[in-house]
Each structure stands twice: as C-alpha cells, then as structure tokens.
C-alpha cells in the first residue's frame, strides 16, 4: 500500500509551513504527522543538498507518493527541479503537485507539463541574458565604465606597477595598500 509524505518548505524563520499542510489536508489527503517533512531553506538550494529533503528521500519506498503544494517548494531552478523528480520518478514514487491540478508529475501527462515548463524557464533565462546583454552595450555606447572601480588611485596604481617592475610581491603590496592580492595582480595587468 502506498504510503502518503507532504514536502513542505519555507525560505525564511518568519514563515510557517503551516498554510502548505492546510492546503494538502483540504486536498482529501490524510497525513501521519511523522509523514510530513518540513524545512526553512532557499529554494534556490539544490533540494538533494536540503537536508531535511534528504533524509526524506531516504525514507521513500517503492509506490509512495510525495505531495508538495507548489513546484517551487522543490525548487526554483528548472534542471534542477526536473532531475530530482527524474530521481524519484527512478524510485518509483509518485510526484503529486497541487497547484498544477494533483498531476503526478512522474506520469507522461507530469513529464509533458515539466517538459513545457523547463521549456518556458529556459526561454525566461534567454530573455534575461538577452536584456542584461543589451543593457551592457548601451551603457558601454553612452561611454559608461562598466565592472568595479579600483581599490587603488592611479598614482597607487602606478607605485604598485613600478615596485612589482623591482621584483616586490603580491603579498606586500596587497598588505602595504590594504588591498587583496587580486587587486595588486589587475593593476599589474593593466600595465
């Protein structure tokens, strides 16, 4: 007999996972409180490094099924999302997701919505690369500098250059400038 487990993560200490399990009881789904796994972490924490997602993934047995509430209580990033269902999906457990109308996310009818769903996160990612991209030339175009600025002023910049053009190291300089040694190597570079 399949047994019932409900997944229920918040990303911060001020939030409750109560609202989650309300939602899943109001489902028709009868929860054993030792069933219902709850946790504050990121969801942009890969769930497999979750520990409490973890140990339940070593209590799921073959035909149980996993309950969340929402596709984003497993994750937010679409791969990894679809391989952790693509885990459970091998352990021969059911992957229920309410807000997508109760659809075992393992069955073809789940593997298309992910399908269309990682579809649509790496179009979301595309445009996003696309706009950070052209927003990067047109400020290169209005002549904008783009990075960081230096730690150090230009004479600095010039007294590192010329003390490491003597054989002086990385170490010093970044101590005698209070800078990191990373700093002391770009101004070398920019020789």
């Given at each position: 007999?399949?047994?019932?487990?409900?997944?229920?993560?918040?990303?911060?200490?001020?939030?409750?996972?109560?609202?989650?399990?309300?939602?899943?009881?109001?489902?028709?789904?009868?929860?054993?409180?030792?069933?219902?796994?709850?946790?504050?972490?990121?969801?942009?924490?890969?769930?497999?490094?979750?520990?409490?997602?973890?140990?339940?993934?070593?209590?799921?047995?073959?035909?149980?099924?996993?309950?969340?509430?929402?596709?984003?209580?497993?994750?937010?990033?679409?791969?990894?999302?679809?391989?952790?269902?693509?885990?459970?999906?091998?352990?021969n457990?059911?992957?229920?997701?309410?807000?997508?109308?109760?659809?075992?996310?393992?069955?073809?009818?789940?593997?298309?919505?992910?399908a269309?769903?990682?579809?649509?996160?790496?179009?979301?990612?595309?445009?996003?690369?696309?706009?950070?991209?052209?927003?990067?030339?047109?400020?290169?175009?209005?002549?904008?500098?783009?990075?960081?600025?230096?730690?150090?002023?230009?004479?600095?910049?010039?007294?590192v250059?010329?003390?490491?053009?003597?054989?002086?190291?990385?170490?010093d300089?970044?101590?005698?400038?209070?800078?990191?040694?990373?700093a002391?190597?770009?101004?070398?570079?920019?020789?």
């Open positions: 007999m399949s047994r019932v487990f409900a997944y229920c993560r918040v990303s911060t200490a001020d939030q409750t996972p109560d609202n989650q399990l309300l939602e899943i009881q109001a489902a028709g789904f009868k929860l054993e409180p030792r069933r219902v796994i709850t946790e504050t972490v990121s969801g942009s924490t890969p769930a497999m490094e979750r520990k409490g997602f973890s140990k339940l993934i070593d209590r799921l047995e073959w035909d149980d099924v996993l309950i969340v509430t929402k596709l984003d209580r497993l994750g937010r990033n679409a791969m990894d999302v679809r391989a952790t269902i693509e885990r459970l999906a091998e352990m457990v059911r992957v229920h997701c309410l807000a997508l109308g109760g659809v075992d996310l393992t069955s073809p009818a789940g593997k298309m919505t992910m269309v769903i990682a579809a649509v996160a790496e179009f979301e990612r595309d445009l996003l690369v696309e706009r950070t991209q052209a927003g990067l030339l047109r400020a290169v175009s209005q002549g904008k500098k783009l990075g960081r600025p230096s730690s150090l002023t230009a004479a600095q910049l010039q007294v250059r010329d003390k490491r053009a003597k054989g002086a190291s990385l170490g300089l970044a101590k005698e400038f209070g800078v990191s040694r990373s002391i190597q770009r101004a070398d570079r920019t020789a």
